[in-house]
């Protein structure tokens, strides 16, 4: 194994430029992670303003375990580090795919990755701006009379990420819309048809991934629809599935049938010639090996069979045409 060539091993070559891509992204993140940790406390303090400036006078969130005011800062750093990593793992994760694509794919793939970059960041903005200060607002208000709003650090931290993360995806319905357009796996004529299976299909998806509430589900459901009415606008702009494949196959397939046709005989049918009848070019007094009537001519080392008794004095008696010389004619010739 140690002289072994990798080129030659496409899977070990394509498992170590994977190795090699994954090291870099951890790298990327760590490093990352190592600049937000120092900020770890300022950082949790800027996240959790839109529910603090709603608080009530007095209250506060609150710690109820040992370690939450460590951790929860500490999670939020390194959740930070992968959603700012995103684009490096992305050009990672596009250099490893990249050798496989064709040269027109290329051209798309590139910008709807920088795209779905820029998306999902906005997810994440348009959640922290516009979504946060509404359900807080309606959480803060909507409690009975005597119980006080004082939120766990690590609860409230995970329901933003929760937030974040379903926003973020949420803003990739475009780039998701025209990949499906352009991969022929659906039109722009069906995706139109579905239009009020897919506005229900927003409002069930804002109600399973948002708290139950009318306001977030609202605020994730109708920007999902209005994405994917922009993804079905960008698709007419973006074009229909590439035939170019398909085009190369069909040409590949009509050029391997005329060659086979040009390789086919004229005439496959085999002739039958009789041989028995000599033709102006062959020797009359010439024996044809395939001929059963024709006569055998006498080999010289052929010496007659003969077989003694017991006693090897007498030969037996064999039969008068067997004796005779040189009368091996083969069977009577019809007349």
Known sequence: MSGANFTDQPLIAHLIELRDRT?????????FFLCFIAFANDLYAY???????????????????VASPFLAPFKLALYLSV??????????????????????????????????????????AFAYFVVFPLVFGFFTTVGPTGVTVMTDIDAYLSFVLKL???????????????LLIKAGVASIETLKTKRPYVFIGCFVVGMLVTPPDMISQTLL???MWLLFEAGLIGARFLGGPSKKADDSDTASEEMNSDHEADSEPSDPTPRLTDDRIPSEEQDPNEIDEFDLYA???????DSPISETQSSGSTPLDLDEDAQAPNRDVGPKKPD
């Open 221 to 223: 459901a109708v920007p």
């Open 83 to 124: 959603y700012c990593a995103a684009p490096v793992i992305l050009y990672q994760l596009w250099g490893f795919i990249a050798p496989g694509l064709y040269q027109n794919e290329k051209k798309i793939a590139a910008p709807l990755l920088v795209s779905s970059i820029i998306l999902f960041y906005a997810g994440m």
């Open 23 to 31: 090291i870099r992204v951890l790298i990327a993140v760590l490093l």
């Open 295 to 301: 006569p055998v001519p006498p080999d010289e080392n």
């Open 47 to 65: 996240l959790a303003a839109p529910l603090q400036s709603l608080l009530p006078d007095g209250s506060s969130m609150i710690a109820t375990q």
């Open 164 to 178: 974040f993360l379903a926003f973020g995806l949420a803003f990739e319905i475009p780039i998701a819309t025209m």
